[in-house]
């Protein structure tokens, strides 16, 4: 599976079968943990075992209790970790996903129970509940693109390529709360319209638009309107 095929593929699951991660997973997951940890300057830390982690009354409800696995999302507390957070995990939900497993990004677990290594400096964000799926979960509701999209006029395939993209991304609530926006030299601005984790949300929906982008310079197809 590709990295576009796994975007369009990923939904969060929040039911998951009573089975513990194969361990070669276990292995590709760690690997990709300690590259985005390196780029992002970050934190992430995978448990197997997610023990108490989303044991609480909402995750009951959620079904997300069942999650055998856990990544806590955490690194060095500055004015930017909220959205590397979301940028880097995405990378890695989205490998989760190619790797056939299914995950769900939560702020309701219970921090206390995290037995993670933090640092001083540091601070968890979020976690995200990680395993094999009893479903594959279902599409969201979505925006159409001249919702997010700032600007009239006919904008380049890439650019149109890589909001479609990102509206495919997981946002807290299914907030949506993003506009996109192509200055004239060319570059792209991300405008963050606040809701609840907003810069977790925008750094996700970074991720998904420049997987979009990268996906089209590849193929070639840039320069098509
Ligand atoms: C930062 C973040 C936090 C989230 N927290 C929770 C949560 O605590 N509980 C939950 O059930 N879903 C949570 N979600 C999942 C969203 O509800 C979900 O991504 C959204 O409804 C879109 O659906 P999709 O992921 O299937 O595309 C969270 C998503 C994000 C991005």
């Known amino acids: 599976m590709t990295e576009i095929e796994a975007i369009k593929d990923r939904h969060s699951v929040r039911n998951f079968v009573n089975q513990k991660i194969a361990k070669d997973l276990i292995e590709k997951?760690?690997?990709?943990?300690?590259?985005?940890?390196?780029?992002?300057?970050?934190?992430?830390?995978?448990?197997?075992?997610?023990?108490n982690t989303f044991k609480n009354l909402v995750n009951k409800a959620t079904g997300l209790e069942s999650a055998p696995g856990v990544i806590i999302c955490a690194g060095r507390d500055d004015a930017t970790l909220d959205e590397r957070i979301g940028y880097y995990g995405e990378k890695i939900v989205l490998y989760a996903q190619m790797l056939g497993l299914n995950t769900c990004w939560t702020a309701t677990f219970n921090k206390k129970h995290v037995n993670a290594d933090i640092r001083n400096d540091e601070r968890i964000v979020v976690a995200i509940a990680i395993g094999y799926g009893?479903?594959?979960?279902?599409?969201?509701?979505?925006?159409?693109?001249?919702q997010v999209i700032i600007g009239k006029g006919e904008k380049p395939y890439w650019f149109n390529y890589g909001v479609k993209m990102a509206l495919l991304a997981p946002t807290a609530l299914n907030q949506q709360r993003f506009e996109i926006e192509l200055l004239p030299d060319g570059k792209v601005k991300f405008h963050d319209k606040g809701g609840i984790l907003n810069k977790v949300n925008l750094g996700i929906v970074r991720y998904h638009f420049d997987a979009g982008v990268n996906h089209i310079n590849k193929s070639g197809k840039k320069t098509k309107g």
Not at 36 to 48: K, P, R, Y
């Open 29 to 51: 997951l760690n690997i990709m943990i300690v590259q985005c940890n390196a780029e992002g300057n970050l934190h992430f830390q995978f448990f197997e075992n997610a023990g």
């Open 134 to 146: 009893e479903n594959t979960g279902k599409p969201h509701k979505s925006k159409k693109p001249g």
